[in-house]
Nanobody
Framework: QVQLVESGGGLVQAGGSLRLSCSAS????????VGWYRQAPGKQRELVAGMTRGGTTSYADSVKGRFTISLDNAKNTVYLQMNSLKPEDTAVYYC???????????WGQGTQVTVSS
């Protein structure tokens, strides 16, 4: 059984910062491909940032230069540093991890990020 638990969400003013964490537990050897997604009310879930275990990263155009994804393999924890937050960043943020030896994706339960103007 694998569980992903996000934390770090909250309410912040525009221009502020938050750091989200996603800790994985269970039968994990490694988190091989990880990603942060978000879903705003009435909108589809979208990929915000992704990272491979080898360190290759990708970002949605809307967050490039403001968000940074990182992975601590020793702790099986994924982070999303979010700077210069905007009201349009308001959403529920989810982490996802693909674990190769289990052959599937796992999702966290989500954490709310609200950016006030």
């Amino acid at each position: 059984q694998v569980q992903l638990v996000e934390s770090g969400g909250g309410l912040v003013q525009a221009g502020g910062s938050l750091r989200l964490s996603c800790s994985a537990s269970g039968s994990i050897f490694s988190l091989d491909v990880v990603g942060w997604y978000r879903q705003a009310p009435g909108k589809q879930r979208e990929l915000v940032a992704g990272m491979t275990r080898g360190g290759t990263t990708s970002y949605a155009d809307s967050v490039k230069g403001r968000f940074t994804i990182s992975l601590d393999n020793a702790k099986n924890t994924v982070y999303l540093q979010m700077n210069s937050l905007k009201p349009e960043d308001t959403a529920v943020y989810y982490c996802k991890a693909f674990i190769t030896h289990l052959g599937r994706d796992y999702w966290g339960q989500g954490t709310q990020v609200t950016v006030s103007s």
